[in-house]
C-alpha cells in the first residue's frame, strides 16, 4: 500500500493537476476536492476541479464550489481522483481518450477500491478521505486555513454522521480539533449538513415512507421518477433517508432503490455493525464499506429490486450463520 509521502511526491513534482471525485458526490467528495483544491492552489499549482454532477445545493456553502466544472478539457499532467473506489465512478470525467497516460494518484478509503492508480493511498479504517487529506497538507508543507478547514471538516462529518460512525477514532476527533483551531465552525457545519433541508426532501421522505416493505430482516423502499415529478425532487440522492430507515430496530438491512431520469436504479444499502453490505455491493459492480454501500444497475426497478433483494437475503443468512 502506498502512502501519504507517496502522493504528497506525485503532487508535489507535478504542476497542472485536475482533481476529480465520484458521481453523485457527498459531502465528502466534494469537501475533499475543494480542501485539496484550495491547498494546491497555495502551493501556487494550476488546479481544475472537476465532477460529472452538479454540486448538490446542500454544500453551495462550500468555498469556491462555484469554480468544480463539469467537463474538463484541458491538457494536465496528474490525475488525482478522490473518495472513488474505481475509475467508473467518475463518470464521463474519465475520457480515457485524453487521460490515458495521464499518471493517477488514487487517494480513497473504501474497502472495495480497486487499486487503479499508480500512486493508491487506501485507507479502509480511515473515516474520511477528508480525514486522510489533512494529512497530505501536512505532507505538502501548507498551512490549514479557515477555508480548507471548512471544507475538510465537512468532508469528515457528512461521512461519519456527525462523529457518530465506527470509523470515528480518537484521531478522528483530533483532526476535528485541529481544524476547528484552523477556522471550521463545527456548529456551523452541523446545522447546515443534518440541520437544515429544502422541505421538497421532506415531502420526498414522507411519500417515500408509506411505502416501506419488510422482508425478514431487510427494510426497504423506492424512489420513482413518477414520485420525483410529483413532488419536485430533483436532487441527486436520498438525503439521508437510507440512514433513516437503518435506524429500524427490526431491520440488520436497510435499502432504497433510487430509479434514475435515464431508467437507471442507484441502490444505496445500510446494514447494522457486525453485517457487511460492501460485497454485495462490489458483485453487483459497485462498492463501498461496510456498514454503507451502493451499486448502479440498469432498470427496470423491479428486476433490479428482486436481483438486490435475493443476493441480499442470501447474504444475510450467510452471515448471520456465521456469528
Ligand atoms: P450512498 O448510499 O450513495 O450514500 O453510498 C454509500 C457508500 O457506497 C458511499 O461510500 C459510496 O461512495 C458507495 N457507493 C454508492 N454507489 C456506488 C457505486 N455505484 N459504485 C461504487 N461505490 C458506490
Ligand atoms: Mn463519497
Ligand atoms: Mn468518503
Redesign the pocket.
Known sequence: MKTVQEAAKQISDAERILIVCHVSP?G??IG?MLGLGLTLSEAQKRVILCCADPVPSQYRYLPHWETIARSCSERCDLLVTL?CSDLDRLGAVYDPSTLHDVPIVNID??TTNVEFGDVNWVEPEAA??AQMLVRLVHGLGISLNADIATCLLT?ILT?TLGFRTSATTPEVMETAIQLMKAGASLPELTDRIFGRRPMRTIEMWATTLQNLHLEGHILWTEITQRMRRRIGYQENGDAGLANFLSTANEADIAIIFDEQQDGQVNVSMRCVPGYDVSQVAFDLGGGGHAQAAGCTLSGPLEGARTRVLSMLQKSWSMQNSSR
Do not use: L
Open positions: 457527498d465528502d467528495a475533499s473518495d478509503h473504501h474520511a478521505t468532508g461521512d
